[in-house]
């Protein structure tokens, strides 16, 4: 009994958290832009998940800075809440593709996993949807893609569904060069 109602706690603070991340997330005036370089800072996101165990992986084209503006924090928050649902709803590894060509920079996060199929793309972008059950009963409330979508959104970008090469989710995002 004891362990079923830590477990309760545990996805009452998860739904907590996810609440007031999505309600920071979706007031852009709270955002602090500055110059950022999103190569070094993406490298060190995903160093940082391989070190704790996943298998995230970063594939460029780019050879150099890649100049934003940006949020760190809530750009932090999107890669987070991506690699964290590919790896709870997808299948690893998780790859993360950096391409950039002079006025835009695109990041595409993709899993192995069973992806989501075109007719129910739009509705996983919603705030608080959920496709299965079973994110239910692992705390989710269904705010990571709506989320991140807010915060690409906020940095004048797009955050778009996709199916990933051969299978899987794919999340496209497009962000503006500084």
């Known amino acids: 009994f004891k362990e079923g109602m830590r477990q309760d706690v ?3 603070q998860r739904m907590i ?3 007031i991340g999505y309600v920071r997330g979706s007031d852009p005036g709270s955002y ?3 110059p950022m370089d999103l190569h070094a800072w993406l490298t060190e996101k ?3 998940w391989r070190s704790a165990g996943s298998d995230v992986r970063l594939h460029t084209s780019v050879g150099g800075p890649l100049p934003v503006q940006g949020d760190s924090l809530a750009l932090g928050r999107l890669i ?4 964290t649902n590919a790896l709870h709803h997808g299948k690893e590894p998780v790859e993360i593709n950096l391409d950039a060509d002079a006025n835009t920079i695109w990041l595409r996060v993709s899993d192995h996993g069973p992806g989501i199929s075109a007719t129910r793309r739009h509705e996983a972008l919603r705030p608080f949807s959920r496709l299965d059950d079973a994110r239910t009963r692992t705390g989710s409330v269904g705010l990571g893609l709506a989320l991140a979508e807010l915060i690409a959104k906020a940095h004048n970008g797009t955050l778009e569904l996709a199916s990933a090469p051969g299978q899987g989710l794919q999340v496209n995002i497009s962000l503006p060069r500084a």
């Open 80 to 83: 987070d809440n991506l690699i």
């Open 17 to 19: 958290d996810q609440f």
């Open 32 to 34: 602090q832009f500055q």
């Open 10 to 12: 545990q996805d009452m």
């Open 46 to 48: 995903v160093d940082n």
